[in-house]
Every structure is written in C-alpha cells, then in structure tokens.
C-alpha cells in the first residue's frame, strides 16, 4: 500500500469554504479512483491561517498514477483551488507502508 500526503493554506475566514469546495471536488476525486483504500482531509486553524493536510491510501502504484498521471509526485489541484489557497505544497510525499492493521 502507498501513502499520498498533500499540504495547503487557506486564510482563516475561507476555510469552511474550502472545505466545502473539498468535498464536492478532491474527497470524491480520491473516493471514485480504482484502487484508492482511503482518503483522511484534514484541517488545523493556525493563527490567520488554516493547513489542510490530506493523506489518501493506495493499494498500488499504479493506482496512484491513475489518479495523479505519469509525474505521481505532482499535486493534483482542481479549478477554484486558487480562490482559496495562499500556500500550496506542488510536490506530494508517498510512503510504502510496511505494516499495519491488515498487514
């Protein structure tokens, strides 16, 4: 299994916004992917802005690549995402999990 994480920065006041934007575009993106085992988004409030951190599961490489293309350590953005971030991570981080609680 693969690990994807991904970082992001909204301002504060846009965070429920994003958050909204997320679930109508990148949680179901992940979600209907073959192969994709999970997906967390989460969010922490730091001062006047809020890190989204996303961690995706992926049962292979080749199910990464179906979601992120032939570069799969590219973020993949969605349209509006610039209304809403002011920071952004490009490059995502993969991990291959060697145990765990189905391992």
């Known amino acids: 299994m693969i690990v994807r994480t991904w970082r992001g920065w909204t301002r504060a006041q846009d965070a429920s916004a994003y958050e909204d934007y997320l679930m109508r575009t990148g949680f179901p993106g992940y979600a209907s992917t073959p192969g994709n085992r ?16 996303l961690i995706s599961l992926w049962e292979s ?18 349209p509006e995402d610039d209304a ?18 189905h391992s």
């Open 38 to 53: 999970g997906a967390y988004f989460t969010r922490r409030d730091d001062g006047d802005r809020t890190e989204f951190f």
């Open 61 to 78: 490489w080749e199910a990464v690549r179906a979601f992120a293309g032939d570069a799969p350590e590219t973020a993949v953005f969605y």
């Open 84 to 101: 809403y971030l002011v920071d952004r991570e490009l490059m995502v981080e993969h991990y291959e999990v060697f145990a765990g609680p």
